[in-house]
Structure formats: structure tokens, C-alpha cells
């Protein structure tokens, strides 16, 4: 019997969508499979490696010699190396061993299908399948109304790795503990949401995973795949979406990694100016290329596949969209237009948009994008990238530099707290307050908030009261909501012993609280996306620094009028106009005890008076507690 076994799982027509761009579920046919031929058990491997002369399975079953399972290349010219190998299986070590027809380079690589991979640092693949039996039939059903635009979308930003650890025993959480622990965290939190920033296996700790190899298997530092399936299962069952970050903007040069895959430049761009990036020292996919369009569509379709993720977060888009990011003059090439658009990476991402929603449109997608590139969430249809949101950048750092001022000055900076509304209906905007803002010396969100203890957590409170009265979905990185002091860091665990500390409890107790607001009042999300949804009562009160607005949802009973304070001086009689006469009540203060605020400002029941303020007939007198945020009600 031969050591190889001819076997192919490709059809004529899988050879054309793949060559064309257009294969979406390679996973299904590259990698390794466990399968029978001719009865007998074993595993089915198959690799695109176009510039090898030879290609050989290598693992714990041959003593890693190239010698004994070398496979078959397809006749027709597609560059796909497959074979049947007997009598191994589930557990096996293995990778190829690739000689190149370019100058005879040899490279050991790991399978880019790979389901399982090694643990770092060891850098092998491992056959595997699971039978995960999915529990979350209920879930999958009705997600469609928890992930649509005009529901609640408020997300938990997650790095496994740090969340929580096992101090005593020095190492992570499990999938299986986290299951239990994060779940019934967020679940408490109530976030509708939770992202797991890239858990797709990576080599280097300090990239955060943002440096993937294993492009199609959750990292081995947590656990087994089927143990992040049990992880996804048990969010759903608690009514709360997974959202994965994803990372199809650059890749590492690792030597088991895709570079120089075959000795050639097979996933990258060949020329440095479009396939290297200068900033992170990592291979740009070349996105021109139809067989690797087909792999990264097929990759991000796997995640909603096999996974069941709910939506994905598409990792540094700017990169991607432009020749000239992060590039000086003389470093990069225009295209055929004369423009600094990368034009085969925007038809890359349309394909991809419409890809996942075709197949999954009960999904979102959603682009972390910086620029003023326009129409990123509107439909590829109406000549648009295809999000479903983006994150609204400008908001983050315009509020972040807002809050960071002592309030005696921020009379003179209004503007730039209200500037986001000029623009917040452009896209889907998600307001993110992510990983990226409270590393590498920029402090935590809690350390960026001037003034003593209580101010700095009042200024807290009414920061993320802004954030989630402001139009748009919501973000929250791990520990920002109870006030990390220190910055993050991802070697070790969020410092939950500050629990025990009434200032920590209540900003914990405030972002719990307005997660509930946020999801039962529909005036917050039903238009979030929709200048509809949105109406100034004042932006210009500068010297007192008071701003006042309404947000709308679909019938007038809806609404809910928000005062923000941004001063620690107490307004009492502070009058603002009213969209129509009434009774109102306060439902909402982020001054209140429950939240460590002084609890001594509060508005009874309000009755309207028919006297002209701001440009309306009628009018109310309130008492505005010391940089806090009041909610009312008709």
C-alpha cells in the first residue's frame, strides 16, 4: 500500500470559484480532514503552494521526515498539493515541508487551515475535529432583532488573556471557566454584547493577537476548539452576542506563518509598498490576488459558520483602504487613477461585506476606521464598503481630550464635545472606549479624569452617561467600567480587589445601570443611527457649561430629555426649554448615592411652565447636580 493515497475532496467547479475568488468555504476542502477511503481510516490533507516542486507531510507519525509523505500535485494547474494518508488522526502533530522551485528554499510551515494548533511557543498543527453538540438553537433563531440596527448594541471589549486569572496558580482562565465567570459577569453587567479581541492562534504574546497565524483555530492557551464553542454556547444561552475581532489587514513573518509560504510571495503583495507594513513589521495580503481573496472571505465566513459569532470587528480597515497609510512620499505607488486608494483592497472588502451578509444576514459587521473615507456602513448596492457600523473615532477623542481638561476651562472647549453631532448620522457609528486608549502611556480612562477622588469619579460617571445618551452603539473596554486606576496590562489580571471600594462599586453600579436604560428606553436605540433620533435643546451654554438635547424613538411618548452638568458647581433653578407642556419626572441621575454621587440633587415630579426658553414655548427650572447627567421623562 502506498504511503500516500490519491484522493481529492475538490471538484472541478470548487477549482473555478477558488481561481476566481469566489470559494467561501475552503475550510471545507484545504487543511486537514479526517476521513475513509477505500476503508481505511485516516486523514486527507491539501495546500496551495503554486511555486513548490515538492510537498510533504511532516509530524509525530514519520519522525518528521520529508521522505515518507510526500503529496500529489492537482494536474490542473491550480497549485494545490493534496493526498490520503493512512492510519492517522485526531491528535497528530503535523506540518508541511515545502521545497520551492524558487532557488530550492525548503520551509517547514504550519497548515493555514489548521483547525487546532500547538501551543506557543511550539508552532505545529494538530488534526482535529470535534462534535460539538450546539445548544443555542434558540438563540440563533432570534438573534436577528438583538443584532439588527435599531436594537440595543452595547458591548463588553474582552482580552481573555488579562480579564481574570488564576493569581495562586500564575496562568489564564480557561474557555470552560471563563463560561461561568466572564458569562454570568457580562450577563450581571448587562451588556447585549461581548468582543473578544483576536482569539484566532498567535505566536507573540505582546501583539495581543493582532499577529495571527492560525487563522482558522482558536488559540491553544485557553483551551480546546470545541471549549471555545461551549464559551460562544453559553453567551447565548444567556441572550448575549459574540462578536470577534478580526484581523485580515496584516500577518506575521513568522517562519511556520503564511509568508513567503511556498518561497515566494504567495499571501503578501510581492512589492514592499504594498505588502509590507512599515508600522507593526508585518505582510500585507495581497488582496488583488483571487486565491487569497477566496481564503480571507472563507475565513471570515468560518467564524460565523463553525462558531456561531454573531458579528465581526474588522481590525485597522484605514490600513487597508489606503497606498499611502503610514507612508512618507517615494514609499508608496498611486493607482491606475492617480489616487492613494487601494483600490483591489476596498473590492476585497465590498466582496466580503456582501459574502457574510448574504450568508449570515442576521450579523454585523463592524469597521475600525479612523478616516473621513466615506460611506464605510452604507450597502455595497449604493456604492459603499458594506459595514454594518463603524467605530466613531472622532467621538472617542474628542470627548477623551474634553473630560481630560479641568472644568474650569472646558467653557472655551464645548465644541468639541458637541462638534460628533455634526456628523453622527454619516455611518453606523459604534462610540468606542477600546483597548487602543488606555495603553502605552495614555493612562486609564479613570487616571485621564482631572480634579480629586470625587471629582475624577463623578467626571467618570459622566463621561459614560454622555457615551450612552449619545447617539450610536456603545463600547466598553474590561475594567473601565469599574475604574481601573492602572493602565492595561496584558500580562496579568484586571485589579478586581478595587471592588471593595465604594468609588470603584459605584461606577460598576453606574454602567450596569445605564446598560439597563439604554436597552429599555427605545429612545436610545430605535433611531440611534438617524438624525431623527436626535434634537438640541442647548449646546451653547458655554459659560455654564450645560448641554441639554433630546433623543427620539418612534412615537413622541418615547423620548427622554438629558441635561449633562460638566461643571463640579451645583445648578440650582437652571431652566432649559421643553419640546411641549407637561409633567415630567427624573428617570435617570448619575449623581445618585447607588453610584457614590452625593445623592442630594434630585428633581420630583415637574410640572412645566408656559414661559419662552431657548427658542420654545415652554420651559422648566431644574436642579443639575455636580458633573452628572439627569434623565427626563413626560
Given at each position: 500500500m502506498p504511503k500516500v493515497i490519491a484522493h481529492s475532496l475538490f471538484s472541478e467547479f470548487d477549482i473555478h470559484l477558488f481561481k476566481a475568488g469566489k470559494h467561501y468555504k475552503l475550510y471545507e476542502k484545504f487543511g486537514s480532514h479526517i476521513t475513509t477511503v477505500k476503508g481505511i481510516e485516516g486523514t486527507y490533507f491539501a495546500v496551495w503552494a503554486p511555486s513548490a516542486k515538492e510537498v510533504s507531510v511532516i509530524g509525530d507519525f514519520n519522525f518528521w521526515n520529508d521522505s515518507e509523505h510526500q503529496l500529489n500535485v492537482r494536474w490542473d494547474s491550480s497549485g494545490i498539493w493534496e493526498g490520503f494518508i493512512p492510519h492517522i488522526g485526531k491528535g497528530n502533530v503535523y506540518k508541511y515541508k515545502i521545497k520551492s522551485s524558487n532557488n530550492d528554499i525548503v520551509t517547514e510551515k504550519a497548515d493555514p487551515y489548521a483547525r487546532r494548533?500547538?501551543?506557543?511557543?511550539?508552532?505545529?498543527?494538530?488534526?482535529?475535529e470535534d462534535n460539538y453538540s450546539w445548544k443555542d438553537k434558540k438563540w440563533m433563531k432570534s438573534r436577528k432583532k438583538n443584532n439588527a440596527l435599531d436594537a440595543p448594541y452595547s458591548v463588553y471589549e474582552v482580552h481573555l488573556g488579562s480579564?481574570?486569572?488564576?493569581?495562586?496558580?500564575?496562568r489564564f482562565l480557561s474557555y470552560t471557566e471563563l463560561a461561568t465567570e466572564l458569562v454570568d459577569y457580562v450577563a450581571d453587567m448587562n451588556f447585549t454584547h461581548v468582543e473578544f479581541m483576536p482569539i484566532m492562534e498567535f505566536p507573540y504574546d505582546p501583539s495581543w493577537g493582532y499577529q495571527l497565524t492560525g487563522?482558522?483555530?482558536?488559540t491553544s492557551r485557553f483551551g480546546y476548539p470545541d471549549e471555545f464553542k461551549f464559551l460562544v454556547d453559553k453567551f447565548h444561552e444567556k441572550g448575549i452576542g459574540v462578536i470577534l475581532d478580526w484581523v485580515p489587514s496584516h500577518f506575521p513573518s513568522d517562519a511556520h506563518g503564511l509568508g513567503n509560504f511556498d518561497g515566494s510571495s504567495l499571501y503578501e503583495h510581492p512589492d514592499p509598498r504594498k505588502g509590507y507594513h512599515q508600522d507593526w513589521k508585518s505582510l500585507i495580503f495581497n488582496y488583488g490576488r483571487n486565491e487569497v481573496k477566496s481564503f480571507l472571505i472563507s475565513n471570515a465566513l468560518f467564524w460565523l459558520d463553525q462558531y456561531h459569532a454573531d458579528g465581526l470587528r474588522v481590525d485597522a480597515v484605514a490600513s487597508m483602504l489606503f497606498l499611502d497609510y503610514s507612508r512618507e512620499d517615494g514609499e508608496w505607488e498611486p493607482n491606475q487613477y492617480g489616487g492613494r486608494e487601494n483600490l483591489d483592497a476596498i473590492s476585497f472588502i465590498k466582496e466580503m461585506n456582501v459574502a457574510v451578509y448574504e450568508n449570515f444576514p442576521d450579523v454585523q459587521t463592524i469597521a475600525?476606521?479612523?478616516?473621513?473615507?466615506?460611506?464605510?456602513?452604507?450597502?455595497?448596492?449604493?456604492?459603499?464598503?458594506?459595514?454594518?457600523?463603524?467605530?466613531?473615532?472622532?467621538?472617542?477623542h474628542d470627548s477623551l481630550d474634553y473630560f481630560a481638561k479641568e472644568p474650569i476651562y472646558r467653557k472655551h472647549h464645548q465644541n468639541e464635545l458637541t462638534f460628533s453631532l455634526n456628523y453622527a448620522f454619516t455611518e453606523n457609528f459604534m462610540l468606542p472606549l477600546s483597548h487602543d486608549e488606555v495603553v502605552y502611556g495614555k493612562k486609564s480612562i479613570l487616571d485621564k479624569m482631572p480634579g480629586d477622588e470625587w471629582q475624577r469619579f463623578a467626571n467618570l460617571r459622566l463621561l459614560y452617561s454622555f457615551m450612552f445618551t449619545h447617539p450610536g452603539a456603545k463600547l466598553l473596554f474590561q475594567g473601565s467600567e469599574f475604574g481601573q486606576v492602572a493602565e492595561w496590562n496584558f500580562q496579568q489580571s484586571l485589579d478586581w480587589h478595587l471592588l471593595e471600594y465604594d468609588v470603584h462599586k459605584g461606577a460598576q453600579n453606574l454602567v450596569k445601570a445605564l446598560n439597563t436604560f439604554y436597552k429599555k428606553e427605545k429612545a436610545f436605540h430605535q433611531k440611534q443611527f438617524s438624525y431623527e433620533g436626535f434634537e438640541w435643546i442647548d449646546h451653547g451654554d458655554h459659560e455654564n457649561s450645560v448641554i441639554s438635547y433630546i433623543r427620539k424613538g418612534k412615537t413622541e411618548k418615547d423620548s427622554v430629555i438629558i441635561i449633562c452638568n460638566l461643571t463640579p458647581i451645583p445648578r440650582e433653578n437652571y431652566r432649559i426649554g421643553l419640546p411641549k407642556s407637561g409633567t415630567l419626572k427624573e428617570v435617570f441621575n448619575s449623581d445618585d448615592a447607588s453610584f457614590n454621587g452625593t445623592g442630594n440633587y434630585t428633581n420630583k415630579k415637574l410640572k412645566s411652565e408656559a414661559k419662552k426658553w431657548?427658542?420654545?414655548?415652554?420651559?422648566?427650572?431644574?436642579?443639575?447636580?455636580?458633573?452628572?447627567?439627569?434623565?427626563?421623562?413626560y
Open positions: 494548533c500547538e501551543h506557543p511557543p511550539k508552532t505545529a498543527s494538530i488534526i482535529w480579564w481574570k486569572q488564576k493569581i495562586e496558580e500564575n487563522y482558522f483555530a482558536p475600525e476606521e479612523s478616516t473621513s473615507f466615506p460611506k464605510v456602513s452604507s450597502p455595497v448596492f449604493s456604492d459603499g464598503l458594506g459595514f454594518g457600523m463603524k467605530w466613531m473615532m472622532g467621538w472617542m431657548n427658542a420654545r414655548e415652554n420651559s422648566i427650572e431644574l436642579n443639575l447636580p455636580p458633573l452628572a447627567m439627569i434623565a427626563l421623562k
